[in-house]
């Protein structure tokens, strides 16, 4: 039975500039008939392709913090959404705390197509990546009234910690185990996220699914990654490995912390000496 690699992208596979370098693709090639290969990413299908042009991937995919798994075909394994309700709730507690959050909503179960709703009022860093890192993104629809949608995958708050971090508590307090709440620094803009999700929308509940249609258990499975987003899988996982980039809380988790940082290549370089053929 094939072992499972499942590593994170920002800040981990990817570099720094957004890209998977020339070498990480070659070792990826080279070892994927040999093993499980995979990502787990808050980032969406359509960007997991773009951003993983040229690899073989025929591992089920965990995408957006957790709340989809998906195979590259499009074949949907497990979704898990928030509805208009506790959305529109949800964004009426932040409205106090001054901020707005972008609303990214699956449209169609079939082509996995998504809807990112910008709201009104942006501040300096939600006006920063929408300008630099989306401005030809098909997917953004700007709102008159940012409100909650059904088939929502997840909630983001873009901004100071000084305003995320009560703005967690808060909705905590409110919501409970009603969502999962995922607070941590954004490395490229030097800020931080807010990402809410399903309860069970989070990288770890989707590893599980993962094991499930592959069949594999949790001591074969072998996880990269940085942030904190990735210690539930560092948890669930045989092996947890942070990059040596990876925050001091994360690499505490691990159970191998990798010299290489994400722009050395760490985790291509980890499959190149511990996938045999």
């Known amino acids: ?11 981990t596979f990817l570099h720094s500039t957004q890209r998977v370098s020339h070498f ?10 040999y093993a499980e290969l995979s990502v787990a990413t808050a980032r969406s299908f359509s960007k997991t392709h773009e951003f993983l042009e040229g690899l073989t ?8 913090d957790g709340a989809m798994v998906a195979t590259t075909g499009k074949k949907l394994i497990d979704i898990k959404t928030l509805g208009k309700e506790i959305g529109d709730a949800i964004i009426h507690e932040g409205i106090a705390f001054g901020i707005y959050p972008f609303v990214i909503s699956l449209n169609d179960h079939n082509s996995l197509d998504e809807t990112f709703a910008i709201p009104p009022l942006l501040n300096d860093f939600q006006e920063h990546l929408i300008g630099h890192n989306y401005a030809q993104d098909k997917r953004l629809v700007f709102k008159q009234k ?3 949608v059904n ?3 997840k909630i983001v708050y873009m901004g100071d910690e000084k305003i995320l971090r009560p703005l967690t508590k808060h909705l905590q307090k409110v919501f409970g185990h009603e969502v999962e709440l995922k607070l941590a620094p954004e490395k490229y803009m030097d800020c931080y996220f807010l990402t809410i999700l399903h309860p069970l929308g989070d990288k770890a509940h989707a590893l599980e699914k993962v094991h499930e249609y592959l069949n594999v258990s949790a001591k074969e499975t ?4 940085d942030s904190l987003n990735d210690l539930g ?5 045989g092996t947890a490995v942070a990059v040596g980039n990876a925050l001091d809380v994360v690499k505490k988790e691990a159970d ?17 000496k511990n996938i045999k053929a």
């Open 256 to 272: 191998i912390v990798l010299e290489e940082s994400n722009d050395e290549d760490a985790v291509a370089k980890y499959l190149q």
């Open 222 to 225: 072998t996880v990269f990654g």
């Open 1 to 11: 039975m094939k072992k499972l690699y499942i590593t994170d992208l920002d800040h």
């Open 24 to 33: 990480s693709k070659k070792i990826w090639n080279e070892k994927e008939p």
């Open 146 to 148: 940012i409100n909650g």
């Open 57 to 64: 991937l025929n591992t089920p995919l965990i995408l957006l």
């Open 151 to 153: 088939d929502t995958l």
């Open 233 to 237: 899988m560092f948890k669930l996982a």
